[in-house]
């Protein structure tokens, strides 16, 4: 099992940027698909964008694909996940999360699966991003 850590949150301006920081410990010598998922107030938890730690395949979901980027460090066991020009909307918590994957499986399916789902093995306490002027 994983275990990880969120930063970067923040109180930022319409229009603005902020990058979240994920470090990730524990097995990471096992593939792992990180995703960044988001939880408004009063809603349910959803998936925001996913990579492979096994071969960098990424999803993103479409309210975001435009505006954000997920990206690994592997060498610092670090997932990034940097938002521009954000909204409103974009409010919440945003949580890091970490799942398991099979390698045999093409990892465009497994990491879709996790980001669409918001289903995962481990999960960060996450950090709070407020958009507001």
């Known amino acids: 099992q994983v275990q990880l850590v969120e930063s970067g949150g923040g109180l930022v301006q319409p229009g603005g940027s902020l990058r979240l920081s994920c470090v990730v410990s524990g097995s990471t010598s096992k593939p792992h698909t990180i995703g960044w998922f988001r939880q408004a107030p009063g809603k349910a938890r959803e998936g925001v964008a996913c990579i492979s730690s096994f071969d960098g395949t990424t999803h993103y979901a479409s309210s975001f694909e435009d505006r954000f980027t997920i990206s690994r460090d592997n060498a610092e066991n670090t997932v990034y996940l940097q938002m521009n020009n954000l909204k409103s909307e974009d409010a919440g918590v945003y949580y890091c999360?970490?799942?398991?994957?099979?390698?045999?499986?093409?990892?465009?399916?497994?990491?879709?699966?996790?980001?669409?789902?918001?289903?995962?093995?481990?999960w960060g306490q996450g950090t709070q991003v407020t958009v507001a002027s």
């Open positions: 999360a970490a799942d398991l994957a099979n390698r045999f499986i093409p990892q465009k399916t497994v990491v879709q699966m996790v980001c669409t789902t918001a289903t995962a093995d481990s």
